[in-house]
């Protein structure tokens, strides 16, 4: 008899413009469908039902990644069987790779009868991550497993804030473009100016600020980076008019989502959401290259954990 889970990935979007692998947001669509069934026999086997042909090895594939660092930390390691049905783009800059990481160990934790807390989770999902862009970060996990919008005060040790902030309606645009976590990563300055550097965590401030404090203006006024957009917009062909349309739409604002190549824009009521949405459509028809568009909103649950289901085999 062999136990299985089915958990609901979330996207997310990471940095939040201004909070550059600090901040980050879960959204209620699109996400990834993950099946973990619990094995007798040791080690892990990884198969995709997507289109996308990701790495079945589990030292190569994100989720294989998160499951080993956790079985690491077991006494008596089990073997998982991992089926994915990913439907968020991988290079999308939705936290792709995240959906992966944070739905394994949450699934894993959930067969294993909740033996770790949701911060060892982070822990271990960092490992995909690591796999994907080479580098540890959070933003996308942290949101994916707690839900919501998230703060990563700091990733070693792991201090994971969470947010609360007005209700918020988030359009996105996916020009189906990749742009890996890896390469936009690598094209950034390694050195700050620090007249650049007290605008952004103005920025940060005051977009947490005007989170908890529901002031949707200070919201807008912050959601602007001086540091990273400027060198990554380069890499999204419409990213200049979408972010300027959307504003006179009335959206609060937005950005780059993660690494790109996907933007963002938030807004506080569903009519300016959807108008967003048309004008985004528009640029991208106009520019001639395929896109997806979602009107959403930020997901409270991160990943949802459906009932355990007891197969015969
Ligand atoms: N299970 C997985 N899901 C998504 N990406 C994976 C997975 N396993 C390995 N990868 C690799 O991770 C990279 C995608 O991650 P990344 O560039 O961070 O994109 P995203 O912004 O969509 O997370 C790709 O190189 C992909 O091959
Ligand atoms: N802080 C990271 C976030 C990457 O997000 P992704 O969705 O593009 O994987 C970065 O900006 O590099």
Not at 2 to 20: D, E, I, R, Y
Not at 56 to 79: F, I, R
Request: hydrophobic share 40%; with cysteine; charged share 20%.
């Amino acid at each position: 008899m062999s136990k299985s889970v089915q958990v609901h990935a979330p996207a997310t979007v990471a940095n939040l413009v201004c909070g550059f692998d600090v901040l980050g947001m879960a959204l209620h669509r699109p996400d990834d469908v993950m099946t973990l069934t619990l094995k007798e026999e040791p080690g892990i086997t990884i198969e995709h039902t997507d289109i996308y042909q990701l790495p079945t090895e589990p030292e190569k594939n994100v989720a294989g990644a998160a499951l080993l660092a956790m079985l690491e930390e077991l006494d008596h390691p089990p073997g998982f069987h991992l089926v994915t049905d990913k439907r968020i783009k991988p290079g999308s800059g939705l936290g792709s790779s995240a959906a992966s990481s944070a739905g394994a160990v949450v699934a894993a934790n959930e067969l294993l009868g909740k033996p770790f807390s949701n911060e060892d989770l982070v822990r271990f999902a960092m490992n995909g991550e690591k796999v994907a862009s080479g580098v540890k970060h959070a933003d996308n996990i942290a949101p994916a497993i707690y839900g919501g919008i998230t703060l990563i005060r700091s990733i070693f040790p792991l201090d994971i804030v969470q947010l609360s902030g007005p209700p918020l309606f988030v359009t996105v645009v996916h020009p189906q473009i990749e742009v890996r976590t890896a390469d936009a990563r690598q094209i950034l300055r390694k050195e700050v100016q620090l007249k650049s550097a007290i605008k952004q965590w103005g920025n940060i401030a005051g977009l947490v600020a005007g989170l908890l404090k529901q002031d949707y203006a200070l919201i807008g006024r912050s959601l602007e980076d001086v540091i990273i957009e400027p060198v990554r917009s380069i890499l999204i062909p419409g990213f200049d008019d979408v972010k300027s349309q959307s504003r006179e739409a009335g959206a609060l604002g937005g950005g780059i989502s993660g690494s790109g190549p996907s933007i963002f824009m938030l807004s506080e009521k569903e009519s300016t959401a959807n108008a967003v949405e048309q004008l985004m459509q528009d640029v991208y028809t106009k520019l001639g290259i395929d896109f997806k568009t979602y009107v959403t909103s930020i997901s409270y649950e991160g990943v949802r954990v459906s009932p355990v289901t007891v197969h015969q085999p």
